[in-house]
């Protein structure tokens, strides 16, 4: 672990080093630098922008950092910005700070080095404040383990993950097989990665008499839009949001008749690069641009795992000899193991 850590720093310094280096480098592709590390990623540059505007503005950030950690040493900022800000060579500082060129070059390690060990920290900290308000939208976990769920989790987050088409994904199977469970399990496991802007769960009441697009959008519209937004352009401001930045949308328990989801398809002008993720217990297989996932039911390998753990979770381990027995009365339980408080 520590030997990982190292080699990350080091790695990281080297990025920094040439990034400092091709600052006036005007033709030079977009540093890695930029592309690896979150606090540059969240920067909210419009998609329009040109290669040349988003490489401004990214360096923008990088300068501001520069000036924050000129608060504790003023010489280290200092020494950065006449170096890569103004393009001064090293003969120069060494001539104005009466020192020599090689005196200069170590303070310059040490100060990127420095700098280094800063923008880690910041890193850690953007990148833990984004996984926890991501994962806040997400309803409580009410199961502890999933069984025999390895291979579809792992497929569905495949999905999920790639930049590329399906942008709509729906998982349907019979109730109580673990739907909810399931994407919820993918959807955090997505949020480790910090792959989108921001995750947002939106759970349809079975209670109300009908879900329409109108309905879905005020949902959405209480977390995404300002107050002031007027409902009328809620489609259409959500639309470009979800067009400009990579958002994860979940609607989680749509289980209307058929029939009354012909709105259901528009949902594909929110996407790409957004993706949605559906659940729901079934849908025509013949739906264009949703790409469905059925959750079958749980092989009876996996369902005697789940009961075994349940049973040690209740304390019962002395029982385990009799569950060969008496497995065949599990068979027809959930694919989810609730969690001993629910």
């Known amino acids: 672990m520590a030997n990982r850590r190292i080699a990350r720093i080091e790695d990281l310094r080297k990025q920094l080093h040439q990034s400092l280096r091709d600052w006036h480098r005007a033709d030079s592709e977009s540093p890695p630098l930029f592309s690896n590390l979150h606090i540059f990623q969240r920067l909210a540059i419009p998609s329009y922008f040109s290669r040349s505007q988003q490489r401004n503005r990214h360096y923008k950030e990088l300068g501001s950092y520069i000036s924050e950690l000129g608060q504790d040493n003023q010489e280290y900022s200092e020494l950065l910005f006449r170096r890569f800000v103004r393009n001064e060579t090293v003969q120069k500082v060494a001539f104005t700070w009466h020192a020599s060129t090689g005196q200069v070059n170590r303070v310059q390690r040490e100060v990127i080095g420095a700098l280094t060990d800063y923008l880690l920290d910041k890193e850690n900290a953007a990148r833990t404040e984004c996984m926890e308000r991501q994962a806040a939208s997400l309803p409580s976990r009410n199961y502890s383990e999933l069984f025999g769920r390895e291979t579809i989790t792992a497929k569905i987050a495949r999905l999920?993950?790639?930049?590329?088409?399906?942008?709509?994904?729906?998982?349907?199977?019979?109730?109580?097989?673990?739907?909810?469970?399931?994407?919820?399990?993918?959807?955090?496991?997505?949020?480790?990665?910090?792959?989108?802007?921001?995750?947002?769960?939106?759970?349809?009441?079975?209670?109300?008499?009908?879900?329409?697009?109108?309905?879905?959008?005020?949902?959405?519209?209480?977390?995404?839009?300002?107050?002031?937004?007027?409902?009328?352009?809620?489609?259409?401001?959500?639309?470009?949001?979800?067009?400009?930045?990579?958002?994860?949308?979940?609607?989680?328990?749509?289980?209307?008749?058929?029939?009354?989801?012909?709105?259901?398809?528009?949902?594909?002008?929110?996407?790409?690069?957004?993706?949605?993720?559906?659940?729901?217990?079934?849908?025509?297989?013949?739906?264009?641009?949703?790409?469905?996932?059925?959750?079958?039911?749980?092989?009876?390998?996996?369902?005697?795992?789940?009961?075994?753990?349940?049973?040690?979770?209740?304390?019962?381990?002395?029982?385990?000899?009799?569950?060969?027995?008496?497995?065949?009365?599990?068979?027809?339980?959930?694919?989810?193991?609730?969690?001993?408080?629910?």
């Open 160 to 342: 999920l993950t790639s930049p590329t088409t399906p942008y709509m994904v729906a998982l349907t199977g019979l109730g109580g097989c673990g739907k909810t469970a399931v994407a919820d399990a993918v959807v955090r496991k997505i949020i480790a990665a910090l792959l989108y802007q921001n995750v947002m769960w939106v759970r349809i009441e079975t209670s109300k008499p009908s879900t329409s697009l109108e309905a879905l959008l005020g949902k959405l519209a209480v977390h995404l839009l300002p107050d002031t937004t007027p409902v009328a352009q809620y489609g259409r401001e959500i639309r470009r949001l979800l067009k400009q930045e990579r958002y994860l949308i979940v609607i989680d328990n749509l289980e209307e008749e058929i029939e009354q989801l012909e709105w259901l398809q528009s949902l594909e002008e929110f996407c790409n690069p957004s993706k949605l993720l559906i659940t729901s217990r079934r849908l025509p297989a013949d739906l264009a641009d949703i790409y469905l996932v059925n959750i079958p039911e749980l092989s009876q390998a996996a369902a005697k795992r789940m009961l075994a753990s349940q049973m040690r979770s209740l304390g019962l381990e002395k029982s385990l000899p009799r569950v060969d027995k008496t497995f065949a009365k599990y068979t027809d339980t959930q694919a989810v193991l609730p969690s001993p408080s629910s």
